[in-house]
Each structure stands twice: as C-alpha cells, then as structure tokens.
Nanobody, 121 residues
C-alpha cells in the first residue's frame, strides 16, 4: 500500500514536498516512481529512483524536482521547486519490482491514491 501526501495550492515559483509512505512490501527492494495526470491528459512519468538511489527525471522537471527515498522510513519524496502552472496535476507514487528500470506506468506494481498539486499563475 502507498499513501501519498503533501499536495496543495501554491503560486507559480513556489515549492512543495510530496511524501509517499509504503507498507505491506519490502520497500528497499523496489524501484519507486512519481507520475502525474492532468485533466484530460494521460498519466505521465515525472521521476524515478532505483534501489541504490540512482535518479532519473522527465525533461520537463529536470533541475526543478528532486526525488529521494528513505528506506528506514519506507518513504519516497518529491521535492518540487520553481513550480509552474503546467505542473498542475494529480501526482501519484508507484512501486516497481521489475528487474528493468522503466518510466512506463505498466512496469509499476503498486500505486498510491494520488495527491492534488495546483499551481496558480
């Protein structure tokens, strides 16, 4: 089970930190990812972090967002800075037990319920 939190309303240029707490599986053995879905659009990849904390970002968030994980707390984070109105979406955390790193949502086994991020201009 994944429980995401930390979303909210923020002005453009502001920051938010999303958290996702995991339970029911061995967190440290899973790759973790963040995805987002805006109204009327498909779910898109945002960032992922490997078991050894290697990180990969979508071009649209590179340099503004930082993904991290705390295996002791079974939690993954997404620090978002310099937010833009186009970052507005429901953000989902996900866990992948796949042997191959992937930005494809189909590679992820568990999903959180989503947390709304709204960036006003």
């Amino acid at each position: 089970q994944l429980q995401a939190s930390g979303g909210g309303l923020v002005q453009a240029g502001g920051s938010l930190r999303l958290s996702c707490a995991a339970s029911g599986f061995t967190f440290s053995t899973y790759r973790m990812g963040w995805f987002r879905q805006a109204p009327g659009k498909e779910r898109e990849f945002v960032a992922r972090i490997s078991r050894s904390s290697l990180k990969y970002y979508a071009d649209s968030v590179k340099g503004r967002f930082t993904i991290s994980r705390d295996n002791d707390k079974s939690t993954v984070y997404l620090q978002m800075s310099s937010l833009k109105p186009e970052d507005t979406a429901v953000y989902y955390c996900a866990a992948s037990g796949s042997g191959t790193p992937s930005s494809n949502p189909l590679a992820y086994d568990y999903w959180g319920q989503g947390t709304q991020v709204t960036v006003s201009s």
